[in-house]
T-cell receptor
Framework: GENVEQHPSTLSVQEGDSAVIKCTYS??????FPWYKQELGKRPQLIID?????GEKKDQRIAVTLNKTAKHFSLHITETQPEDSAVYFC?????????FGAGTRLTVKP | NAGVTQTPKFRILKIGQSMTLQCTQD?????MYWYRQDPGMGLKLIYY???????DKGEVPNGYNVSRSTTEDFPLRLELAAPSQTSVYFC??????????FGNGTRLTVT
């Protein structure tokens, strides 16, 4: 199965700053790269995803960039707001078993 | 569409008891997954299925069993519950290479 690493494990930023979370994977056959957000006590929900034929995708304040050669992809959040505080998970998919990174706890201080 | 429905929401088991966590989806998704999430930790894949009649082990399958007799249902069976199985269990479904749709989870305590 896929080996997935996320960095950093915790991230604290001031409101309005940017946040970047990096996900490294091992399976060169991976071709689907989602990011999920999980608020306290709730289920994970998709916030953005990218497929292997695209290098970057943006949705308002959120973007994902993919470097297939180096086998990593990153989540970028600009103009952070307190409601962005949550745990973020990457889950690169190569085969059929979707495995998650260990998560990054983002705290946005007002 | 109800999406992914998990029952029960909460359950307390005694050591050695057995139970089945139910999961059903109405989106005609081929792929279904079971994850467990320990407090403050990430999601670990227990079992998954790519279609009716097909199941495969994930990262942490020991102590669990699954079946997939229909596209809609993917129950998770715990035999001989142990305190180490205290966790929140999430069921999810998807199409191929598509986002996971999660249920609301089942909070299980084994004492």
């Amino acid at each position: 199965g896929e080996n997935v690493e996320q960095h950093p494990s915790t991230l604290s930023v001031q409101e309005g700053d940017s946040a970047v979370i990096k996900c490294t994977y091992s399976d060169s056959a991976s071709n689907y790269f989602p990011w999920y957000k999980q608020e306290l006590g709730k289920r994970p929900q998709l916030i953005i995803d990218i497929r292997s034929n695209v290098g970057e995708k943006k949705d308002q304040r959120i973007a994902v960039t993919l470097n297939k050669t180096a086998k990593h992809f990153s989540l970028h959040i600009t103009e952070t707001q307190p409601e962005d505080s949550a745990v973020y998970f990457c889950a690169p998919l190569g085969g059929n078993d979707m495995r998650f990174g260990a998560g990054t706890r983002l705290t946005v201080k007002p | 569409n109800a999406g992914v429905t998990q029952t029960p929401k909460f359950r307390i088991l005694k050591i050695g008891q057995s139970m089945t966590l139910q999961c059903t989806q109405d989106m005609n998704h081929n792929y279904m997954y079971w994850y467990r999430q320990d407090p403050g930790m990430g999601l670990k894949l227990i079992y998954y299925s790519v279609g009716a009649g097909i199941t495969d082990k994930g990262e942490v399958p020991n102590g669990y069993n699954v079946s997939r007799s229909t596209t809609e249902d993917f129950p998770l069976r715990l035999e001989l519950a142990a305190p180490s199985q205290t966790s929140v269990y999430f069921c999810a479904s998807s199409l191929q290479l598509s986002p996971l749709h999660f249920g609301n989870g089942t909070r299980l305590t084994v004492t």
